[in-house]
């Protein structure tokens, strides 16, 4: 069918302001999903190509729930059908993910007045159980498709964990949500699994590490992690023999613990940085050797600190320059759970660990689609070369 709505931005809609925002959205979005089907087509509208796919067939309404309300799209059409817009699921995952965690706590019983307006605000209307039943069953299915996928060589393998609220049997706990990401020989990044789970720390990190390695992950160079409780035992259990290349971004900063005086950070953190910024491994012993010495009697509890554990560091020398900034540490994972906290902060307390993975990993399976067609990294000398 066709579809009379414009496609353009007009003074009219310019001059409604903020108002105008749902309108402005339908306009983007209208437009995105018309470029996206004539590059499927592999023909503009109306143009006559050999290489042609396929044949346009006007548009269809559907009208998409959203924290601006609820907006109707036209969705354009293809005559021998197959062909379904991104545009319309690309950065709605992770929100209908937000929104059926809040949901369910209103569902549950275990709301407050709080979580209720948050959730009437990004629904846009109140959320039944059974659409909240469907829209997660529906959620969930493509969510474990992503974490099940199979998975390949793997140069760099980044580890990393942090904690949510989560309420199991009248009570809240904290759940571990343990997150890998890597580096393939080509110096493409990618989102490689996500778990959450209440078990012991090593056994959750041992499930976690064989379930990647079940799921075909193969080619390790090294392992860049924090020592994190449990993950040392799990991972030689899993992946011995693979070096292991200490966070040197969290070995500075628990270097603060063993200070006799907090004036002593600036000094202590500028001896810290020369040592990980040195040029080849020798002259990083060398300062390393002349730190110990240095605050053997200023502050001799830094100095056996630094003697015990700073070379857990110094692995990242043994691989090449081009690619040592980016496997000191784990800040890019860091930088991806700083987005995930700013979410789950809206949710407080999940009603289960379904919920917190549900929204987890939807936010992470964006963040793995977006890298897909972002830069490449550890470029101009590969592992394999």
């Known amino acids: 069918m066709t579809h009379p709505n414009n496609y353009t931005f007009t003074e009219e809609i310019a001059e409604k302001g903020l108002e105008a925002i749902p309108e402005m959205m339908r306009v983007l979005i209208n437009n995105a999903m018309q470029v996206e089907r004539s590059r499927y087509l592999q023909a503009e509208q109306y143009e006559r190509t050999k290489d042609r796919k396929g044949h346009a067939n006007g548009f269809k309404p559907k009208t998409i729930q959203t924290r601006i309300g609820n907006i109707t799209f036209a969705v354009p059409q293809v005559r021998e059908g197959g062909f379904y817009p991104s545009a319309l699921e690309k950065g709605l995952r992770s929100e209908r993910a937000l929104t059926i965690t809040l949901a369910e706590m209103y569902v549950q019983g275990v709301s407050t007045r709080k979580v209720k307006t948050i959730t009437e605000q990004l ?36 580890v990393d964990a942090r904690y949510e609220k989560i309420r199991e049997a009248g009570q809240v706990r904290d759940a571990a949500v343990l997150v890998a990401s ?57 992946f011995g023999g693979i070096p292991w ?27 810290i940085r020369a040592i990980f910024n040195a040029p080849d491994r020798k002259t990083a012993e060398e300062l390393l050797q002349s730190a110990i010495q240095k605050y053997a009697i200023s502050a001799p509890r830094l100095s056996s600190w630094l003697e015990n554990n700073l070379f857990e560091g110094f692995l990242v020398f043994d691989f090449p320059l081009e690619h040592r900034r980016t496997i000191r540490t784990t800040n890019s994972l860091e930088r991806i759970n700083k987005e995930i906290r700013r979410r789950t902060r809206v949710v ?28 490449h990294f550890c470029t101009g000398k590969f592992m394999n070369s």
């Open 123 to 158: 629904c846009g209307i109140e959320v039944s159980a059974t659409q909240v039943s469907r829209a997660t069953a529906q959620l969930d299915e493509v969510l474990q498709e992503w974490r099940e996928r199979p998975l390949g060589e793997i140069s760099y393998l980044f």
């Open 182 to 238: 890597g580096i393939t020989p080509e110096g493409e990044r990618q989102i490689l699994g996500v778990s959450v789970s209440l078990s012991e720390h090593e056994t959750h990190w041992k499930a976690f590490l064989k379930s990647l390695k079940e799921r075909g992950l193969h080619g390790i160079k090294l392992i860049i992690s924090d020592d994190h409780e449990g993950l040392g035992a799990a991972r030689r259990a899993v």
């Open 348 to 375: 407080g307390v999940f009603p289960n660990q379904a919920s917190c993975l549900r929204l987890v990993s939807a936010l992470l399976m964006e963040t793995c689609e977006e890298w897909q067609i972002g830069k």
């Open 245 to 271: 290349q200490r966070c040197q971004f969290h070995l500075q900063q628990n270097a603060g613990a063993y200070l006799p005086r907090q004036s002593m950070r600036l000094e202590v953190a500028a001896d």
